[in-house]
Antibody, heavy 114, light 112 residues
Framework: EVQLVESGGGLVQPGRSLKLSCVAS????????MNWIRQAPGKGLEWVAYISSGSSYIYYAETVKGRFTISRDNAKNTLYLQMTSLRSEDTALYYC???????WGQGVMVTVSS | DIVLTQAPLSVSVTPGESASISCRSSKSLLSSKGITSLYWYLQRPGKSPQLLIYQMSNLASGVPDRFSSSGSETDFTLKISKVETEDVGVYYCGHRLEYPRTFGGGTKLELK
C-alpha cells in the first residue's frame, strides 16, 4: 500500500524557516518524481514544487521561488521542503504527492503568524 | 501560466441523479505526444484529494464507472451518474502539460 506521511509543520513567525518531510512507503521511491502542493484554509489547491526521481529536474511556483527548496534522499525514502522567509500567505496545509499526483499524503499544517 | 476555470462553483444533486462539472483551459492541453493532460480530483470533507480521472478520460484505480470525463483540447466535462453520498466533496480539475501545474478553483458537490 502506497503511503506518504508528512511531518514538520507548526506555528512559525514571519521571516523564519521551517523544514517539512514526507516519508514514502509501499513503492520504489527512487523511481518517482515527487510534488509539494498546498491548500490555504478554505481555499483551493496550489502546486508548490516538483523534483524528479534523481533530483535532476526541479521546478517551483513563482510564489515560492527563491524562498523554498525541494530536495529528496532516496536512501531514506524521504522528500523535503525547506521553507525560508516565511510569510503569512504561506499558511496552508502542505501535501506531498507522488509524481503523477496519483497518491497524496494526509497533509501537514504550517501556520505563519506572529 | 495555464488558467483552469471550473463551473459551477457548487452543485446540489438528488441522490441517484446525475451531475456535470465543467473545466475550461486557457490553453490547449493536448501534448506533443497526443495525450490530453487533464486530470480530475475529488477532495472529500476533511480528506486529502484523490485522483479520479487521468489523461482526460481514464478512470484511476478503484474509481467507480459512475464517473466519466470527456472533452476537447480546452473544454472538459466530468459527469457523475447516479450520485451517491460518498461523492460529496470538492472536485478539482488540474493539468500536467507544463510547469507550473495549476488547478481549477473547485466545484463543491452537495446532496439535496
Amino acid at each position: 500500500e502506497v503511503q506518504l506521511v508528512e511531518s514538520g509543520g507548526g506555528l512559525v513567525q514571519p521571516g523564519r524557516s521551517l523544514k517539512l518531510s514526507c516519508v514514502a512507503s509501499g513503492f520504489t521511491f527512487s523511481n518517482y518524481g515527487m510534488n509539494w502542493i498546498r491548500q490555504a484554509p478554505g481555499k483551493g489547491l496550489e502546486w508548490v514544487a516538483y523534483i524528479s526521481s534523481g533530483s535532476s529536474y526541479i521546478y517551483y511556483a513563482e510564489t515560492v521561488k527563491g524562498r523554498f527548496t525541494i530536495s529528496r534522499d532516496n536512501a531514506k525514502n524521504t522528500l523535503y521542503l525547506q521553507m525560508t522567509s516565511l510569510r503569512s500567505e504561506d499558511t496552508a496545509l502542505y501535501y506531498c504527492a507522488r509524481g503523477s499526483m496519483d497518491y497524496w499524503g494526509q497533509g501537514v499544517m504550517v501556520t505563519v503568524s506572529s | 501560466d495555464i488558467v483552469l476555470t471550473q463551473a459551477p462553483l457548487s452543485v446540489s444533486v438528488t441522490p441517484g441523479e446525475s451531475a456535470s462539472i465543467s473545466c475550461r483551459s486557457s490553453k490547449s492541453l493536448l501534448s506533443s505526444k497526443g495525450i490530453t493532460s487533464l486530470y480530475w480530483y475529488l477532495q472529500r470533507p476533511g480528506k486529502s484529494p484523490q485522483l479520479l480521472i487521468y489523461q482526460m478520460s481514464n478512470l484511476a484505480s478503484g474509481v467507480p464507472d459512475r464517473f466519466s470525463s470527456s472533452g476537447s483540447e480546452t473544454d472538459f466535462t466530468l459527469k457523475i451518474s447516479k450520485v451517491e453520498t460518498e461523492d460529496v466533496g470538492v472536485y478539482y480539475c488540474g493539468h500536467r502539460l507544463e510547469y507550473p501545474r495549476t488547478f481549477g478553483g473547485g466545484t463543491k458537490l452537495e446532496l439535496k
